[in-house]
């Protein structure tokens, strides 16, 4: 226990956030575990898949209706960026780590809204229940990660400082996640007017593991850990994690299933190992 509290500051004041750091872990590892059992959130290629791995070709009705990827992916963001944003006015603070997790958080969620806008190529769309849960998601942890961070004033810092490990985990979670993006764009551009249609990813990362642009947000939410040492931003980064080894997992078994030729040795989120 001591050797945790040398990287933490000590547990907020505050029965919102500390049982926020529980809920919002169990809720993300079960969403994760549900991934894994088939059950997805309905976006991108699992928009219309079942419970099963099988990749449906008839389009699902889904409960609260869907809307466009695009649309769904600025719901996902934005509202994540103007709480960053904002965060510079509504908790003004000169301390230097407290900068650093509005301006990392900010520059995130900003990027996103980026590549939503000038990057990604759509050819689905997003079921509304899963936008709300995944929009709550980022916009709560984004201002809980903020208010559990302001909480943090005045108190000497723990005794091992991780903060500029965390810039440079940061900076490389954001380029490597970039990267990958404009590698998954670029597969689904139009040829000749043809309909776009999933591919095998190659390029980068994509040649040991179906998801390393997942690796990379997993990274950028460490590195928010790793700037913040907060018990909560620690809570969210393990979450976070949970659930995208669940989506890629699922992710890599819907590759298996649709593609003959998918090559086995690529895994789902780690090189060689898962």
């Known amino acids: 226990m001591e050797m945790v509290k040398s990287?933490?500051?000590?547990?907020?004041?505050?029965?919102?956030?500390?049982?926020m750091s529980v809920v919002g872990l169990a809720a993300l590892a079960k969403i994760g575990w549900s991934e894994i059992r088939g059950n997805h959130l309905k976006y991108s290629k699992f928009n219309n898949a079942s419970s099963s791995s099988s990749p449906q070709t008839q389009p699902q009705k889904?409960?609260?209706g869907t809307i466009s990827s695009r649309t769904g992916m600025l719901w996902l963001y934005t509202p994540a960026f103007l709480a960053a944003s904002a965060s510079f006015f509504v908790l003004p603070s000169d301390d230097l780590r407290f900068l650093l997790v509005k301006s990392a958080l900010a520059l995130h969620f900003f990027k996103r809204v980026l590549e939503v806008l000038f990057i990604h190529k759509y050819s689905g769309g997003m079921a509304v229940d899963s936008a709300f849960v995944i929009t709550?998601?980022?916009?709560?942890?984004?201002?809980?990660?903020?208010?559990?961070?302001?909480f943090t004033l005045g108190l000497p810092?723990?005794?091992?400082?991780?903060?500029?490990?965390?810039?440079?985990?940061?900076?490389?979670?954001?380029?490597?996640?970039?990267?990958?993006?404009?590698?998954l764009a670029k597969l689904r551009k139009e040829e000749?007017?043809?309909?776009?249609?999933y591919k095998i990813p190659k390029g980068g990362l994509f040649d040991t593991i179906i998801c390393p642009h997942y690796l990379f947000e997993i990274i950028v939410f460490w590195s928010f850990f790793m700037v913040s040492q907060t018990i909560y931003s620690l809570s969210f980064a393990m979450g976070t994690t949970l659930y995208l080894v669940g989506r890629s997992y699922a992710t890599r078994r819907w590759y298996l299933s649709k593609f003959d030729d998918f090559p086995k040795h690529v895994k789902a989120l780690i090189p060689f190992v898962f």
């Open 192 to 197: 000749d007017g043809k309909k776009k249609e």
């Open 136 to 150: 709550s998601s980022y916009f709560s942890s984004t201002v809980l990660m903020l208010y559990s961070q302001n």
């Open 7 to 19: 990287f933490l500051y000590p547990p907020p004041p505050s029965i919102l956030l500390n049982s």
């Open 62 to 64: 889904q409960r609260f």
């Open 157 to 183: 810092g723990p005794d091992f400082d991780l903060k500029f490990i965390g810039i440079v985990m940061f900076v490389v979670g954001i380029a490597g996640n970039l990267y990958h993006h404009i590698l």
